[in-house]
């Protein structure tokens, strides 16, 4: 134990700059300022573990390491999270943010969201008896689609808006909604 009291993994959370970019720069910012910045009960209470600023022990590390198998963006930290959760691990929030600056244009951040979205599929598909995938919301209501039974016609009734909601995304036009509304439209079509 920590003389602070911290358990074996401590996360610091994230802040962004202050000033809004560019609007072809806007998606990432607007995501890291509504979702991402929390303070540490927040990120607690919702059980958000996010890699970009933690420190493990190293045997903690070593007992339940990433899982190499996952290439490209995103979800690495998720499964390692519901890893340690699923084990016990206490995972510590505190407030000492480390301070993001430079973002990805849109269209880049949309393609990296297309493959963390992929890599949850991925995931999912391969740990679906050891964990609880209803604790990540976009699965969440990906669930709820496919137990209505209406995965397909949701599929083809957006196939076009999907399109139409992406141009917008990548002008700058769109907000948390719309990027939350586009990825559910992504993981439905990998489901498909």
Request: positive net charge; contains cysteine.
């Amino acid at each position: 134990m920590d003389p602070r009291g911290w358990g074996d993994v401590v996360c610091g959370g994230s802040k962004s700059n202050i000033q809004k970019p560019e609007r072809n720069y806007n998606l990432r910012w607007i995501y890291s300022k509504e979702v991402e910045e929390s303070d540490a009960k927040y990120r607690h209470e919702n059980l958000i573990f996010i890699t970009r600023n933690f420190l493990i022990k190293k045997a903690i590390l070593k007992h339940f390491p990433f899982d190499e198998s996952i290439k490209g963006y995103g979800h690495e930290d998720t499964l390692m999270g519901m890893n340690l959760r699923k084990n016990g691990i206490k995972v510590d929030q505190i407030d000492n943010p480390v301070i993001n600056t430079v973002f990805d244009s849109n269209a880049i951040f949309l393609q990296k969201t297309k493959q963390g979205i992929e890599n949850l599929v991925k995931i999912q598909e391969k740990y679906k008896d050891q964990f609880d995938f209803n604790e990540i919301k976009l699965l969440r209501f990906q669930s709820k689609i496919e137990k209505m039974g209406i995965s397909k016609i949701f599929y083809f009734i957006n196939l076009p808006f999907q399109k139409l909601l992406e141009k917008i995304l990548i002008v700058g036009y769109g907000n948390l909604f719309c990027f939350n509304y586009y990825k559910l439209l992504v993981l439905n079509k990998l489901k498909k």
